[in-house]
């Protein structure tokens, strides 16, 4: 067995362990406002529940271990001592791993993620609409873990309001586990399913997605694409230009026959197919193709 003083080796690595062989771990989603009540949106998987009575929830937004600076949650619950945590299901974990794209101080990552602002009843930061339940909180306490990097700081919330979609309860009013279908974080880029297993999902912490609310108008109307769909969409950092284009359908023969066919819904299937494939950038190429080519 492999045997590891913390000490002797680089933070980056013990994360690493840390994070691969303590999970699932639940998803806090919060949600805050800065000094300008700007909405912010990120996701932490250093969370759970620790009291009923009072209903209490920490979560652990740790400074960056790469240059030991804080994240703007952090920032934002120490100015306004609220956050409403959101918890993350499986229709909405692709924007959710989107809003952990580090965009710049006052970038509204609802905006980015494709995700809709309810307006809270007790606390002024905004709900996720789309989460299936949303916990409005006081902040109690922070205390900090430490100064360098990778050190967490323990966010105490006492929830205030709870707020619980209809559709995910059972005939007795609990939470039916199934209809939640809850989503937790593992080590690298593993997600855990609660009711099928094991899935991946690319992380945006090295490069800044367009965001959702760049993806094109016809795009996001189609119903075929769902909000998962459009985190993929969201997460490039790029379109592919009209060379790329240009040479993706010249050498797919079928896309070029549908293309001379202009058959829009069969484009849409296509691209459809892959992205459930993760092959974004060809499903883009499909997308933001036209006739002429």
């Known amino acids: 067995m492999l045997s590891i003083d913390p000490k002797e080796i680089p933070t980056a690595k013990l994360q690493g362990y840390l994070q691969g062989a303590v999970?699932?771990?639940p998803?806090?989603?919060?949600?805050?406002?800065?000094?300008?009540?700007?909405?912010?949106?990120?996701?932490?998987?250093f969370f759970n529940v620790f009291s009923a009575n009072p209903p209490i929830l920490v979560f652990s937004p740790?400074?960056?271990?790469?240059?030991?600076?804080?994240?703007?949650?952090?920032?934002?619950?120490?100015l306004n001592r609220e956050v409403v945590i959101n918890v993350v299901n499986y229709a909405i974990v692709q924007q959710a791993s989107l809003s952990s794209t580090e965009y710049s101080e006052g970038v509204n990552e609802f905006e980015k993620a494709g995700l809709t602002m309810l307006p809270s009843d007790v606390v002024k930061p905004f709900r996720v609409k789309e989460s299936p339940?949303?916990?409005?909180?006081?902040?109690?306490?922070?205390?900090?873990?430490?100064n360098e990097g990778g050190a967490g700081n323990l966010i105490i919330c006492e929830v205030v309001k709870i707020h619980v979609d209809e559709a995910i309860l059972d005939e007795n009013g609990a939470v039916d586990q199934t209809k939640i279908d809850l989503v937790s974080r593992m080590g690298g880029n593993w997600y855990s399913r609660a009711n099928q297993g094991l899935f991946e999902v690319e992380k945006?912490?090295?490069?800044l997605g367009i965001g959702v609310d760049s993806?094109?108008?016809?795009?996001k109307e189609c119903d075929?694409?769902?909000?998962?769909?459009?985190?993929k969409l969201g997460n490039v950092e790029t379109l592919p230009n009209d060379n790329e284009i240009a040479q993706f359908i010249k050498e797919d023969f079928e896309i070029k026959a549908l293309l001379s066919a202009d058959d829009a819904d069969k484009k849409y299937r296509i691209a459809k197919q892959y992205l459930d494939n993760n092959e974004v950038l060809k499903a883009w190429k499909v997308l933001?193709?036209?006739k002429n080519f």
């Open 62 to 78: 740790a400074r960056r271990v790469r240059n030991n600076t804080v994240k703007h949650t952090l920032l934002n619950t120490e």
């Open 27 to 45: 998803i806090a989603f919060a949600s805050t406002l800065d000094r300008n009540n700007v909405p912010n949106l990120s996701p932490f998987s």
């Open 23 to 25: 999970g699932p771990r």
């Open 204 to 207: 945006p912490l090295t490069t």
């Open 215 to 219: 993806i094109p108008s016809f795009v």
């Open 224 to 231: 075929l694409f769902n909000g998962n769909d459009l985190g």
């Open 133 to 146: 339940v949303q916990f409005e909180c006081k902040v109690n306490d922070i205390i900090a873990l430490g």
């Open 288 to 290: 933001l193709a036209e």
